[in-house]
């Protein structure tokens, strides 16, 4: 599917974090391990716990709206990528949908840490069979299915919730200029929960096939883009967003793609790995420091259990 012409913004972005705090010397207390190991290993700082993967959606979303200047009438779709559904059965999205005062469809996204690429691709692909609005939210209570006293895996996950609305762009100003999806099932045993259990990670190979993955669905999103006419590299892009489990990983990604950390949205120190709520939140983030303008080159990238990944490289015009 071509999305040459199509336009495509994000005109509204937020974005909510539990208040309690777990940092790294907290862990210290029970778990064999060093603030200094964690931060050197992984670049993590601290993370958030407490509150609902419903309430950080919710939240996430209603601030997205106000931001959009939109209220439930305005929407047409709401997608929830998320690894920390409320229950097996049913979405936890129609939960969201009735706090927000929405009656339109609602739909979970389960693609772990790429779920917000995933709902941005999707989103587009329902503006193209018409839709004017849609709200893409990723949100995780984590500590729901982490093992804080596991070195391995508490030491990394997070909550948080980060949502944008997304709707058609009648000028064309703001577009997606090319995108990419793929999973490799695999890799099922490398990062998987079972029902009603934690996380289980070999974080060894999870690493090894993120920074793979990565390096894929880049270059095959910017093949997109460029096979549909648009003239533009990756020394093009102002910004780009990827999910953050390890900031080894996005710096070994980085050096093999040649890309700047410069140019990379990065907060895993304040938040370590909230999966499909990182990259929206990341978003929230660099448009609170200014980091984005119109016209600019911005491109997601996620990566996760399953193995996923996706990315998307937008031409910006927010609100
Ligand atoms: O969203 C996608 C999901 N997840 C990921 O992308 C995670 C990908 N994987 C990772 O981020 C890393 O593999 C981890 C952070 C999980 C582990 O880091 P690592 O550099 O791969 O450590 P390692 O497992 O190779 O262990 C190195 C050493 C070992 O000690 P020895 O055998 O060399 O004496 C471990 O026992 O570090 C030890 N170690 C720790 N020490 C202190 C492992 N975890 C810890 C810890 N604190 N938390």
Known sequence: MSTNGLGFRLSGVGSALPEKVLTNVDLQAWMDTTDEWIRERTGIGQRHIGSSTTELATLACQRAMDAAGVGPADIDLLLLATTSPEHICPGTAPAVARELGLDCGALDIQAACSGWVYGLTIANGFL???MKRILVVGA???????DYHDRGTGILFGNGGGAAVVEADPDGEGQMLGWDLGSDGNYVHI???EHGDVLKMDGKEVFRQAVKAIQRTVNNTMKMATDAGHDVSLDDVALIIPHQANIRIVESAWKKLGLSMDKTAMILENTGNTSGATIPMALHDSLIKDR?????LVLFVGFGAGMTWGSALVRWNGS
């Open 191 to 193: 990062l998987y929960a």
């Open 128 to 130: 193209l069979q018409g």
């Open 140 to 146: 995780e209570a984590l500590d729901k299915i982490t």
């Open 292 to 296: 984005i303008q119109n016209g600019d």
